[in-house]
C-alpha cells in the first residue's frame, strides 16, 4: 500500500518559516520525482516546487529564493523548507510522486496570517 504523508503544516506570522516533510512508503522512492503543489481556496492547484531523481530542482517564480526543496532517500522523505512566508502562501500543501505510477498525498494546511 503506497502511502505519501505531510506533515509541519500550520500558522505561522508573515516573515516567517516553516519546514514540510512528506514521508513515503510502499514505493522505490529514490526512483521518483517528487513535488510541493498547493492549492488556495477557489484556486487552482499549482506547482510549487520538484525534486528529480538525480537531485536536480526547480521552483515555481513565486517561490524561488524562499522556498527550499530537498530530499533524504534513506528516509524516503521529501521536504520543503519556507522561509519569508507571505500571506498568499496560504493554501493546503500536497505532495506528488511521479514515477512508474503516480501518488497524491493528503495535503496539509499552511495559514500565513498575523
Known amino acids: 500500500q503506497v502511502q505519501l504523508v505531510e506533515s509541519g503544516g500550520g500558522l505561522v506570522q508573515p516573515g516567517g518559516s516553516l519546514r514540510l516533510s512528506c514521508a513515503a512508503s510502499g514505493i522505490a522512492f529514490n526512483s521518483y520525482a517528487m513535488t510541493w503543489y498547493r492549492q488556495a481556496p477557489g484556486k487552482q492547484r499549482e506547482l510549487v516546487a520538484t525534486?528529480?531523481?538525480?537531485?536536480?530542482?526547480y521552483y515555481a517564480d513565486s517561490v524561488k529564493g524562499r522556498f527550499t526543496i530537498s530530499r533524504d532517500n534513506a528516509k524516503n522523505t521529501v521536504y520543503l523548507q519556507m522561509t519569508t512566508l507571505k500571506p498568499e502562501d496560504t493554501a493546503v500543501y500536497y505532495c506528488y510522486a511521479a514515477g512508474v505510477s503516480r501518488y497524491w498525498g493528503q495535503g496539509t494546511q499552511v495559514t500565513v496570517s498575523s
Open positions: 525534486i528529480f531523481v538525480g537531485g536536480a530542482t
